[in-house]
């Protein structure tokens, strides 16, 4: 099948096995990326998702089949600045300055006439300013990681893969993340997002494929795959304990039915999933929307 008008990016069935293994890492992967959009990768550690993301362009450290397109043109080697790609572990010069690194990057990447603009405007769209003249093995985490990421993409891709970009960094920095990631969506760039928290790709995300043992076990919209969760009714007891139930739209109605049960039953008492439940037990209720967590748990 050919790919369609618009996508930038389509693969289809690919798999990937490293040399010297006999079971393949990834096992017929099948997704589309267009302009602007950005794509989840979601699943547990050890399910394929980094070795999915360099086999889409990198074939050399095993066997490659299947078919990769980029804007309609089959990829048989080496596409150059067309993409980028932020690896899960930062690949930076530590005795290096933020600006000598991101310098480095973009000569590998760019004519040398486009250097200095590219890394003056990186400089300023992540925030680096602080940063710039500092040795980077002399920043914290949270900051190598906006480098690393800046010179990932101090070329400015279409497309751009970042592999776990928000793992074990602090509140700030993941927000600054989140914000890059929808802005660069804004203005058409496309992004391919792994992690295996599902909070980070539903505030990134608005497709997602859940993927384990290097298959899609899932494929659809974050509404859609979100439309098929329950939402929880949670009775939260004075011994600590918790009781949670999959209800309907109509939650809040259930929950003020519990605590009718238990104020009007003749002992105080009502049944809630098998447990008794009384008035002096009964230490809160609320109701909690689906969250993507919920469908890699039921696998």
């Not at 050890?46 to 990198?58: E, N, P, Y």
């Amino acid at each position: 099948m050919g790919a369609e008008v618009g996508l930038l990016l389509e693969v289809r069935d690919l798999r990937f096995r490293y040399h010297g293994q006999a079971e393949p890492a990834v096992r017929g992967i099948s997704f589309e990326v267009q302009p602007g959009e950005v794509l989840g990768i979601l699943g547990p550690n050890g399910s394929g998702k980094s070795t999915l993301l360099s086999a889409v362009f990198d074939a050399r450290k095993g066997h490659r089949a299947g078919a990769v397109s980029y804007e309609s043109e089959p990829v048989t080697g080496p596409i150059g600045d067309r993409v980028g790609y932020a690896t899960q572990q930062t690949a930076l010069y530590h005795l290096l300055t933020t600006k000598e690194n991101l310098t480095h990057a973009a000569r590998l990447a760019l004519p040398a006439k486009r250097v200095r603009a590219a890394v003056d405007a990186a400089v300023t769209e992540y925030g680096l300013g602080p940063a710039v003249n500092r040795v980077v093995g002399q920043l914290s985490g949270g900051w190598q990681r906006l480098v690393h990421v800046a010179a990932s993409f101090v070329h400015d891709p279409p497309l751009r893969f970042l592999d776990e970009p928000t793992s074990a960094l602090d509140f700030d920095t993941r927000g600054r993340l989140v914000e890059l990631v929808r802005a660069w969506s804004a203005r058409g760039v496309a992004s391919v997002v792994t992690s295996h928290y599902p909070e980070d790709l539903e505030e990134m995300c608005t497709r997602l494929l859940i993927i384990k043992n290097g298959e899609v076990i899932r494929s659809a919209t974050l509404s859609r795959l979100l439309a098929g969760l329950s939402r929880q009714l949670v009775v939260e007891l004075s011994d600590e304990r918790e009781v949670r139930i999959d209800v309907p739209d109509s939650a809040g109605q259930l929950s003020s039915a519990v605590v009718d049960a238990v104020r009007d039953s003749g002992t105080g008492t009502a049944k809630v999933a098998g447990l008794r439940v009384t008035a002096a037990t009964l230490r809160g209720l609320l109701t909690e929307d689906p969250e993507l967590a919920g469908l890699v748990d039921d696998e």
